[in-house]
């Protein structure tokens, strides 16, 4: 961890612990809960039914657990896992979208019970200026923003559009909405000491040649880690056609983005449910507490 970043010794602590922050954690297990299914925005790789690819692998739809029953979860996955040290919102839809209300309730019944546990929350940014304080009142530590692009115009053409204070905006006006929102989010919580990472997704002949900037307005900023994905291909979504990067394309994109800061090369585009290390999901032998389809 570069000295220069500040970070707090408990923070410190907490992101040591972190399997996807940092290779050291490797041996701690998370807890992804399915508790938000709404989303405001429409990416263009993105088909609703599955989980968001901007954290979460599409493929299979998560069931969405009410509060109470993510609490119910936590509790027995926890007495399972003696290493599980944190607590993830990842969807499957936005965490800060219309099912914000219960990320809230789950996170707070959640640190009732358990006053250590590290919370970890994913989001496309949108809505990040209007939470960051309170995020930070209940306790979340460790966010990551997906934002591949810091141009409006290549932003605007990652979203086929964006739901946004009672208006729908497309192309280059969505765009600008992204960008200012997702940096002024990011902004406000590094302020606060939160440890941010960004996500970017790679878009072959969109923004594969714009990441560079991406990742240096990132450091510029104070972001801990970046993490340049490769896109999934998801059928029946716009860029269902669109071509991959190939793998070569991304790890040099990776080698040259690491020169400017720290990337993170092992992320499992994991499920919004997902349970146990990173190396072992055990999300199917014991997510089978709660089942209502609720999305
Ligand atoms: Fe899909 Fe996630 Fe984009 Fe929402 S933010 S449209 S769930 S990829
Ligand atoms: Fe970690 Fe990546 Fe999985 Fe999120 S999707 S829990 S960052 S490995």
């Known amino acids: ?94 965490s800060l979208a219309d099912n914000y209300p219960q990320v809230k309730r789950t996170l707070e019944l959640i640190r009732e019970y358990d006053k250590d546990v590290t ?37 605007g053409k990652i979203y086929q559009y964006v739901k946004y204070m009672g208006g729908i905006y497309e192309g280059d006006a969505a765009g600008a909405i992204m960008v200012s929102n997702q940096l002024s989010g990011l902004r406000l919580l590094l302020a606060e000491g939160i440890i941010c990472k960004v996500n970017i997704v790679t878009l072959k002949g969109i923004n594969e040649q714009h990441i560079p900037e991406v990742v240096r307005t990132c450091k510029e900023m104070g972001v801990y880690i970046t ?35 720290k990337q993170m090369l092992h992320c499992r585009q994991c499920r919004a449910d997902a349970i146990g290390t990173l190396d072992n999901d055990l999300s199917l032998d014991l997510a089978g507490f709660t089942v209502e389809e609720k999305r």
């Open 1 to 94: 961890i570069p000295e220069d970043m500040g970070i707090s010794e408990d923070m410190l602590k907490k992101t040591m612990e972190h399997p996807c922050y940092n290779c050291a954690g490797h041996k701690n297990a998370r807890i992804h809960l399915p508790v938000a299914p709404a989303c405001n925005v429409q990416c263009n790789y993105c088909v609703r039914k599955f989980d968001c690819p901007n954290e979460s692998r599409p493929g299979v739809t998560s069931s969405i657990l009410t509060p109470e029953e993510a609490l119910e979860r936590y509790k027995i996955v926890k007495a399972k896992l003696p290493n599980l040290t944190v607590v993830g919102i990842a969807g499957p839809g936005d």
């Open 119 to 155: 919370f970890c929350l994913s989001t496309n940014g949108l809505m990040l200026p209007f939470y960051a304080k309170e995020l930070v009142s209940l306790g979340v530590t460790h966010i990551t923003v997906t934002m591949s692009a810091v141009d409006p115009k290549i932003s």
């Open 227 to 261: 993490n340049i994905m490769q896109m999934v291909p998801v059928k029946g979504s716009a860029f269902e056609n669109l071509p991959l990067v190939s793998n070569l394309e991304i790890g040099k994109l990776r080698t040259e983005c690491g020169t400017i800061m």
